[in-house]
């Protein structure tokens, strides 16, 4: 599904169960992680109330600690349900709108789709410590560690693989999914930093840019005005 209107089926779905769905983010410049299950919904159009608590603030933690104990973002409120953490809260999703098909159809590929976004899930943590995202910066050349430039090749190699074997000058599965949401926040590093692909991931990172949920998602970016001075900081660093 490639635009954010409400699919019949969700609609009639959604009437059904009445469900009531509040995603709590972080700072759209900022959060990365916040990114991912946000753009799920909107590039599937399932409705959600957003919560967006800035990050670094004097009451940043109680007020995310309102909604859940773990104390960090992204969080998924449905109904009387909590979820936590930006996996969790995509397999929820999928569980519940499984007429959306999140994941890839195919069992095959959707076995790869979800062993790609486990291993970006728990690792890259050069890429992440070194070249945090910061979608209104401009830092090209910077966060250029061994760890980091290791991150981008095991990454490109992923993109490479996914486009040849599912998802030839489309989306990493052909359709637009979970794997391309989670990521989106990659793609953002690349801009911010300046790294350089090879012309058909480059293409590929072009097309996630351009999704509409996506592009939602780096204009609200842009708009935002708060930040954080830390993570500034390290971003330049």
Not at 47 to 76: H, M, N
Not at 87 to 101: G, H, K, V, Y
Not at 204 to 221: G, K, L, N
């Amino acid at each position: 599904m490639q635009d954010t209107e409400i699919h019949p089926a969700l609609a009639a779905l959604l009437r059904e169960h009445r469900s009531h769905l509040l995603l709590v983010i972080g700072n759209k410049n900022y959060s990365s992680w916040s990114m991912r299950p946000w753009v799920v919904m909107k590039a599937f159009g399932i409705p959600f109330e957003e919560v967006r608590i800035p990050l670094g603030q004097p009451d940043t933690t109680s007020r995310i600690s309102a909604y859940s104990a773990a104390g960090k973002v992204p969080i998924l409120v449905a109904d009387d349900i909590t979820v936590w953490d930006s996996m969790a809260i995509c397999e929820f999703l999928a569980d519940q709108f499984s007429i959306l098909n999140l994941w890839p159809e195919d069992i095959a590929a959707r076995a790869h789709a979800r062993s790609i976004c486990a291993e970006m899930h728990s690792g890259f943590s050069s890429l992440r410590f070194d070249m945090p995202m910061n979608i209104r910066a401009e830092l090209h050349g910077k966060g250029r560690t061994l760890g980091a430039q290791a991150d981008i090749g095991r990454i490109s190699e992923i993109w490479e693989d996914c486009l040849a074997r599912f998802g030839p000058n489309a989306f990493l599965f052909g359709d637009f999914s979970i794997a391309d949401a989670y990521f989106a926040p990659v793609v953002m590093r690349f801009r911010t930093y300046g790294v350089s692909l090879a012309p058909a991931l480059q293409a590929y990172a072009d097309r996630v840019c351009a999704h509409p949920a996506v592009a939602q998602w780096m204009q609200e970016a842009n708009a935002e005005t708060e930040s954080v001075p830390w993570h500034d900081a390290r971003s330049e660093g």
